[in-house]
T-cell receptor, first 111, second 116 residues
Framework: GENVEQHPSTLSVQEGDSAVIKCTYS??????FPWYKQELGKRPQLIID?????GEKKDQRIAVTLNKTAKHFSLHITETQPEDSAVYFC??????????FGKGTMLLVSP | GAVVSQHPSWVICKSGTSVKIECRSL??????MFWYRQFPKQSLMLMAT?????????EQGVEKDKFLINHASLTLSTLTVTSAHPEDSSFYIC????????????FGPGTRLTVT
């Protein structure tokens, strides 16, 4: 089955800095890679996703890059704000299988 | 966007009793629903996948006789934790996927179960 590794497990940045979270996956059949933000006690919220037919996708301050050859994808958050503080999960899936999540990254943005 | 609800949002029960959690898709037909469990400071772990009208497929290590899943309609799936014990205390989250959504799953708000 799929195995998703995520790092770092914790990330502390100053407000305004950039944050980068990296994930690797094992199954070359995976072709959908979403990123979720989860605040304490709440549901995961999809913040951005990418499919295997593109290498990069951007939405305002958030971007995701995908390297299919190396089987890794990354989340980039620019101009971080305190409200970006949360746990971020990457995941991998193909159309017919379930999501496999990484272990999560706790992002702390200090004012 | 697609909306998924869960009920109850939290529940406290005594050891040995059973608890039922409902997951509903409010504005789309959920052909597939997923049940996850999340322990504190850990990731989401898939427990089972259910397709409407079919038996659920359980992940390795998940006891199907303890965690009963029913997906009787295109908008409702239920998870029943039978003979709950304190180690079953966790955050249970469902997600739903419709035919029109090739990849995306929509998550419910979760149910916090505490077994005393």
């Amino acid at each position: 089955g799929e195995n998703v590794e995520q790092h770092p497990s914790t990330l502390s940045v100053q407000e305004g800095d950039s944050a980068v979270i990296k994930c690797t996956y094992s199954d070359s059949a995976s072709n959908y890679f979403p990123w979720y933000k989860q605040e304490l006690g709440k549901r995961p919220q999809l913040i951005i996703d990418i499919r295997s037919n593109v290498g990069e996708k951007k939405d305002q301050r958030i971007a995701v890059t995908l390297n299919k050859t190396a089987k890794h994808f990354s989340l980039h958050i620019t101009e971080t704000q305190p409200e970006d503080s949360a746990v971020y999960f990457c995941a991998a899936s193909d159309r017919y299988s379930t999501l496999t999540f990484g272990k999560g990254t706790m992002l702390l943005v200090s004012p | 966007g697609a909306v998924v609800s869960q009920h109850p949002s939290w529940v406290i029960c005594k050891s040995g009793t059973s608890v039922k959690i409902e997951c509903r898709s409010l504005d789309f037909q959920a052909t597939t629903m997923f049940w996850y469990r999340q322990f504190p400071k850990q990731s989401l772990m898939l427990m089972a996948t259910s397709n409407e009208g079919s038996k659920a497929t359980y992940e390795q290590g998940v006891e199907k006789d303890k965690f009963l899943i029913n997906h009787a309609s295109l908008t409702l799936s239920t998870l029943t934790v039978t003979s709950a014990h304190p180690e079953d205390s966790s955050f249970y989250i469902c997600s739903a996927k419709g035919q029109e959504f090739s990849y995306e799953q929509y998550f419910g708000p979760g149910t916090r179960l505490t077994v005393t």
